[in-house]
T-cell receptor
Framework: QKEVEQNSGPLSVPEGAIASLNCTYS??????FFWYRQYSGKSPELIMSIYSNGDKEDGRFTAQLNKASQYVSLLIRDSQPSDSATYLC????????????FGKGTRLHILP | EAGVAQSPRYKIIEKRQSVAFWCNPISGHATLYWYQQILGQGPKLLIQ????????DSQLPKDRFSAERLKGVDSTLKIQPAKLEDSAVYLC????????????????FGEGSRLTVL
């Protein structure tokens, strides 16, 4: 059974601090990794994707991937109240017969 | 560019009744997904279409759920008869052909259809 696991939280972080969100996955052949943000009552929206080991930075967001450890993380620098949301980790293998699996999400609360 | 369209946004029904949800994906997107998201949980894939063919429906409760994608564009998800545990948001998403050059694997979601079964 392919699984994507996340701590459900809530994770509370002071405004301006770094928020660190973690995700582990069980399928070793996974090739693509995504972080989606979902505000309450809204649909998920993609904020970061990463395909190779290492770090990928986009503005205040950094995704980190370690395929050997089957671990992907998302760092949010200078956290803002608008970052308060649920963050969903998603994994797929870009194979026509595979599917994109979502974790249960981590609720992040930025404290003003 | 128009996004993924879904309707209805909200639906309240009694258990054992039927309901249907409609989705129109982004133009040119070959792959269409239906996800079920129960409150407090991540999206769970129900069915995945590639054009008008089914790629994966392993988690679709086929005794009560059905889905079709005629002509490889719009899709309909039906539940009959509904159970209390079907209360959830039904998310439709689309993406480029999984094997198309330049496909990043990103899913584009509609606003969802919230179902309440009483």
């Amino acid at each position: 059974q392919k699984e994507v696991e996340q701590n459900s939280g809530p994770l509370s972080v002071p405004e301006g601090a770094i928020a660190s969100l973690n995700c582990t996955y069980s399928d070793r052949v996974s090739q693509s990794f995504f972080w989606y943000r979902q505000y309450s009552g809204k649909s998920p929206e993609l904020i970061m994707s990463i395909y190779s080991n290492g770090d990928k930075e986009d503005g205040r967001f950094t995704a980190q991937l370690n395929k050997a450890s089957q671990y992907v993380s998302l760092l949010i620098r200078d956290s803002q109240p608008s970052d308060s949301a649920t963050y969903l980790c998603a994994v797929n293998s870009l194979n026509r017969d595979d599917k994109i699996i979502f974790g249960k999400g981590t609720r992040l609360h930025i404290l003003p | 560019e128009a996004g993924v369209a879904q309707s209805p946004r909200y639906k309240i029904i009694e258990k054992r009744q039927s309901v249907a949800f409609w989705c129109n994906p982004i133009s040119g997107h070959a792959t269409l997904y239906w996800y079920q998201q129960i409150l407090g949980q991540g999206p769970k894939l129900l069915i995945q279409f590639q054009n008008n063919g089914v790629v994966d429906d392993s988690q679709l409760p086929k005794d009560r759920f059905s889905a079709e994608r005629l002509k490889g564009v719009d899709s309909t998800l039906k539940i009959q008869p509904a159970k209390l545990e079907d209360s959830a948001v039904y998310l439709c998403a689309s993406s480029l052909d999984l094997l198309a050059a330049g496909n990043t694997g990103e899913l584009f979601f509609g606003e969802g259809s919230r179902l309440t079964v009483l």
